[in-house]
């Protein structure tokens, strides 16, 4: 992580992490504390926010009834849709 914050969680990691204990949702600074050789990329919130978006706008027209309810998840109605789907 370099000169990068230890303050952020870990949010997925792979099975080689996995095995010295680390997990989703752990603080960065434990992660780094069970596995030293740790490599840690950076999110790009810019890069997240802007497929939302696009993928809010597809949702948007297909859908008659929805709820965004965090960057990558949504609550669909979808009542009446089996007249398209049988």
């Known amino acids: ?3 990068h914050s230890d303050r952020g969680v870990i949010a997925s990691c792979n099975y080689e992490a996995r095995k010295f204990g680390v ?6 600074r434990l992660a780094k ?9 950076r999110g790009d ?3 997240y926010s802007k497929y939302s978006r696009l993928v ?3 949702v948007a027209a297909q859908v008659p009834l ?7 998840e949504f609550y669909i109605d979808m009542s009446g849709m089996d007249k398209f789907f049988g």
């Open 1 to 3: 992580m370099g000169e």
């Open 23 to 28: 997990k989703s949702a752990m603080p960065v």
């Open 33 to 41: 504390r069970l596995c030293p050789e740790l490599f840690i990329v």
């Open 45 to 47: 919130m810019d890069s």
């Open 56 to 58: 809010t706008d597809i």
């Open 66 to 72: 929805f709820e965004k309810s965090s960057i990558d």
